[in-house]
């Protein structure tokens, strides 16, 4: 292994450039397992679970956004080690794939958030009929940031 090469700076720049770009994550693998507070955890398991259910309660919304929040991390900590660590192009390679797989994971949870959110906000629109569609958004976002206070 000490014969392998180290990733040059150009090869490092464009494999972050990458992870910046817009819906580049759309069609990567999301990783079987990832380790996440020293614990193995079958992500693609779990995403693939999550992703096929068919309603969410309020727990479940709590849990992913705690889920979400690690996935954060363990992102932030593989695309540091990529942008810092003095590796070979290959570990270079697989930390990007790693990257690259639970990014596409954050985005199907956030999809997921996002459209159950719209649709509790849907479900309950009918406390305040006759109220536009802005003003319904505006009060249910000001009575949430109220709430979280």
Not at 35 to 62: P, Y
Not at 109 to 128: A, F, P, S, Y
């Amino acid at each position: 292994m000490e014969n392998e090469e180290k990733i040059t700076d150009n090869q490092r720049n464009v494999l972050l450039n990458k992870l910046h770009r817009p819906l580049f994550w759309v069609g990567e693998h999301i990783p079987e397992e990832i380790e996440i507070k020293g614990k193995n955890v079958k992500l693609h398991e779990i995403i693939w679970e999550i992703i096929n259910k068919t309603s969410f309660s309020r727990k479940d919304i709590e849990d992913i956004e705690v889920f979400l929040s690690l996935l954060r991390e363990k992102e932030h900590e593989y695309e540091g080690a990529l942008e810092h660590n003095d590796i070979s192009s290959e570990e270079a390679k697989n930390l990007f794939n790693q990257t690259a797989g639970i990014m596409r994971a954050i985005m199907d949870l956030v999809q997921i958030e996002e459209e159950t959110r719209r649709k509790n906000i849907q479900e309950t629109k009918h406390v305040c009929e006759g109220v536009e569609e802005k003003e319904w958004e505006l009060f249910v976002k000001d009575t949430k940031d109220k709430k979280n206070k």
